[in-house]
């Protein structure tokens, strides 16, 4: 029995010439469940219609018909089969979903358990060579190319390349050249860095690489190429690049997951391997360090002795700059003014020969020349260029007469002197740091002077220690916006004995760790290179152990730094 798949309904009545119709409806319902079947009879007693539904029938209809019963019934029933294929097509569109789920999740245990196997193989080891090595065999293999190799981005110098470190080939690919892709084909190298993650199935028609690039690469025969970026945690670029000679080889989306994987963990092996060495090279160092200690401490009088005088030398040169800054202004103002001077003098000298050859009478001539000259502005502006030369020439003596003070080069004894006059001398030499710079405001000096006696000191050495604590100062106040504060206060001590200096800055201030270290020789809260931690060392010795005086500072987070310099009037004992 045939049945047309695009019947929905079948209308049957109970006696038929050759069938009747619940023999019919059994039929159905075995090889067509999907129809349904609407009995009509007029014999519709309650036995024919309870035969009728118990045999499956959607519903029965006593003869004669109401068509408008008909039509309800028919729509009925095709809304019911239309529910009842919508119900199995979404049923088997979730059955497709579960089978489809099933072999994915089943794709990725196997592919899970496959990086696993390969990941304990790679990092098997704690050498950098044996990993690389068993890292490009295993991608080789799992991938089935001709050629794996593993390249290191050297940075470091002047001209940037591409290192070979490891390659695995098959035995069959005896011809392939062993020149590094990288090395040969510079434009490849700078896509693969960019995106990280480079695939192509066929190079003669990629659209990624210029054409020279493309033939460079046909040249050495290669036809595919798939290449992953490493980045480890030290900064160092790796590059893992799989490659086929032979024939196109198409990457599915899973060969790229499978490739990114394998480098993640080629990465995190590469990454233990170089902790490991790092680990051993401190232990290494730390050994050597250790036989060099007790050298050490028995060479560190010498040292600290030789850094306090390279120290000196160093505020010496700082001082030397700040004058040098400080003399080239008034020097220029004085060579610019005797440029105009000099052209004043000449046009004088030009206005006098012409009186001289018309005198008594000037003349037009004469005439014309005072006005072209200006004779009225140029005799009220020469004594002011005069003028100008003269401030300018004092302005040098003031700062040689500031350097001289400074240093007391002729002043190594211990004597009386005047504190104020060392300060002055120090804050002019320090002059150009403390001015106002572009996108910068300048550092406003505050001096509150007391009546001070003169004080038997080492003058020089004495200006040295404010160099270094004005220039901390600074330091810590040129990281701040406005406003930028120093104050330097003196007065007498209550016992008469000593005097105390006070310089103090508005900047961050300083935890108590720090200030308890201040003092300390080396240390230093200042970056590689922009301080040795000796200074304010140094300044210790001067003020405690040259002068007999105290020097401690005053600090905490948000309240800025306060120095406190106490320096006895006479010293009894005097040290060399």
């Given at each position: 029995?045939?049945?047309?798949?695009d019947?929905?309904?079948?209308?049957?009545?109970?006696?038929?010439?050759k069938?009747?119709?619940?023999?019919?409806?059994a039929?159905?319902n075995?090889?067509?469940?999907?129809?349904k079947?609407?009995i009509?009879?007029?014999y519709?007693?309650?036995?024919?219609?309870?035969k009728a539904?118990?045999?499956?029938?959607?519903d029965?209809l006593?003869?004669p018909i109401?068509f408008?019963?008909?039509?309800i019934t028919?729509n009925k029933?095709?809304?019911h089969?239309?529910?009842?294929?919508?119900?199995?097509?979404l049923r088997?569109?979730?059955?497709?979903?579960l089978q489809?789920?099933?072999?994915?999740?089943?794709a990725?245990?196997q592919?899970?358990?496959?990086?696993?196997?390969?990941a304990?193989?790679?990092?098997?080891s704690?050498?950098?060579k044996?990993?690389?090595?068993?890292?490009?065999?295993q991608?080789?293999?799992?991938?089935?190319?001709?050629?794996?190799?593993?390249?290191?981005?050297r940075?470091d110098?002047?001209?940037?390349?591409f290192e070979?470190?490891?390659?695995a080939?098959?035995?069959e690919s005896?011809?392939?050249?062993?020149?590094?892709?990288?090395?040969?084909?510079a434009?490849?190298?700078?896509?693969?860095?960019k995106l990280k993650?480079?695939?192509?199935?066929?190079i003669?028609?990629?659209?990624?690489l210029?054409e020279?690039?493309r033939n460079?690469?046909?040249?050495?025969?290669l036809?595919?190429?798939?290449?992953?970026?490493?980045?480890t945690?030290t900064?160092?670029?790796g590059v893992?690049?799989?490659s086929?000679?032979?024939?196109?080889h198409?990457?599915?989306?899973?060969?790229?997951?499978?490739?990114?994987?394998v480098a993640?963990?080629?990465?995190?092996?590469?990454?233990?391997?170089?902790l490991y060495?790092?680990s051993?090279?401190a232990?290494?160092?730390?050994q050597?360090?250790?036989?060099?200690?007790?050298?050490a401490?028995?060479?560190?009088?010498?040292?600290?002795s030789?850094l306090?005088?390279?120290?000196?030398?160093?505020?010496l040169?700082?001082m030397?700059?700040?004058?040098?800054?400080?003399i080239?202004?008034?020097?220029?103002?004085?060579?610019?003014?005797?440029?105009?001077?000099?052209?004043y003098?000449?046009?004088?000298?030009?206005?006098l020969?012409?009186?001289q050859?018309h005198?008594p009478?000037?003349?037009?001539?004469i005439?014309e020349?005072i006005?072209?000259?200006?004779?009225?502005?140029?005799?009220q502006?020469?004594?002011?260029?005069?003028s100008s030369?003269?401030?300018?020439?004092?302005r040098?003596?003031?700062?040689v007469?500031a350097?001289?003070?400074?240093?007391?080069?002729?002043?190594?004894?211990?004597?009386p002197?005047?504190?104020?006059?060392?300060?002055?001398?120090?804050?002019?030499i320090?002059q150009?740091?403390?001015?106002a710079?572009?996108g910068?405001p300048?550092i406003?000096?505050i001096?509150?002077?007391?009546n001070?006696?003169?004080?038997?000191?080492?003058?020089?050495?004495l200006n040295?220690?404010?160099?270094n604590?004005?220039n901390?100062?600074?330091?810590?106040?040129?990281?701040q916006?406005?406003?930028?504060?120093i104050?330097?206060?003196?007065?007498?001590?209550?016992?008469?004995s000593g005097v105390?200096?006070?310089?103090?800055?508005?900047g961050?201030?300083?935890?108590?760790?720090?200030?308890?270290?201040?003092f300390?020789?080396?240390?230093?809260?200042?970056t590689?290179?922009a301080?040795?931690g000796?200074?304010l060392?140094?300044?210790?010795?001067?003020?405690?152990?040259?002068?007999?005086?105290?020097l401690k500072?005053?600090?905490?987070p948000?309240q800025?730094a306060?120095?406190?310099?106490e320096?006895p009037?006479?010293?009894?004992n005097?040290k060399?």
């Open positions: 029995m045939q049945i047309d798949p019947i929905d309904i079948v209308l049957s009545d109970i006696n038929m010439p069938m009747d119709g619940l023999t019919l409806l039929k159905l075995d090889i067509a469940p999907s129809i079947t609407v009509v009879s007029a519709g007693d309650m036995e024919n219609i309870r539904m118990n045999g499956g029938a959607f029965f006593t003869k109401d408008q019963d008909l039509e028919i029933t095709l809304q089969v239309q529910q009842l294929k919508e119900n199995l097509r088997q569109e979730q059955e497709f979903q489809q789920s099933e072999e994915k999740f089943r990725l245990a592919r899970e358990e496959l990086i696993n196997r390969i304990k193989k790679i990092r098997n704690l050498d950098l044996t990993i690389l090595n068993s890292g490009v065999n991608i080789r293999k799992l991938l089935q190319v001709q050629r794996c190799e593993f390249l290191w981005y940075s110098v002047e001209h940037p390349y070979m470190m490891q390659e080939t098959a035995s005896v011809n392939i050249q062993k020149q590094s892709l990288l090395q040969e084909v434009a490849l190298g700078e896509i693969i860095l993650i480079f695939q192509t199935s066929d003669l028609t990629d659209c990624q210029d020279k690039s460079q690469l046909a040249a050495l025969g036809t595919s190429l798939l290449a992953v970026s490493i980045h945690h900064g160092r670029i893992v690049i799989c086929d000679y032979s024939k196109p198409f990457w599915s989306d899973n060969d790229v997951e499978l490739m990114q994987a993640d963990q080629l990465a995190i092996a590469i990454d233990q391997a170089e060495s790092q051993r090279f232990a290494t160092k730390a050597i360090q250790a036989s060099q200690l007790q050298q401490l028995s060479d560190l009088k010498k040292a600290q030789e306090i005088q390279v120290e000196k030398m160093s505020s040169g700082q030397v700059a700040g004058v040098a800054h400080e080239n202004n008034p020097v220029n103002f004085i060579s610019g003014n005797i440029k105009h001077t000099s052209n003098i000449k046009d004088v000298f030009d206005l020969h012409l009186y050859r005198f009478d000037p003349g037009s001539a005439s020349k006005e072209e000259i200006d004779l009225d502005f140029l005799m502006d020469l004594p002011k260029a005069l030369m003269e401030v300018g020439a004092v040098i003596s003031e700062i007469l350097l001289r003070n400074f240093s007391r080069l002729d002043e190594a004894e211990m004597k002197v005047d504190i104020h006059s060392g300060i002055d001398s120090t804050l002019l320090l150009a740091r403390l001015q710079k572009p910068r300048s406003e000096i001096k509150e002077y007391g001070l006696p003169l004080v038997e000191c080492y003058a020089g050495q040295q220690v404010f160099m604590i004005l901390n100062a600074i330091d810590t106040l040129e990281k916006d406005s406003p930028r504060i104050t330097i206060s003196t007065s007498v001590l209550q016992n008469s105390l200096i006070k310089i103090a800055d508005n961050p201030g300083m935890t108590s760790e720090v200030n308890k270290r201040l300390d020789p080396f240390f230093t809260t200042k590689v290179g301080g040795t000796l200074g060392s140094i300044s210790y010795q001067i003020v405690v152990d040259k002068h007999g005086g105290k500072c005053n600090s905490a948000g800025g306060e120095f406190l310099i320096i009037v006479n010293q009894p005097q060399s």
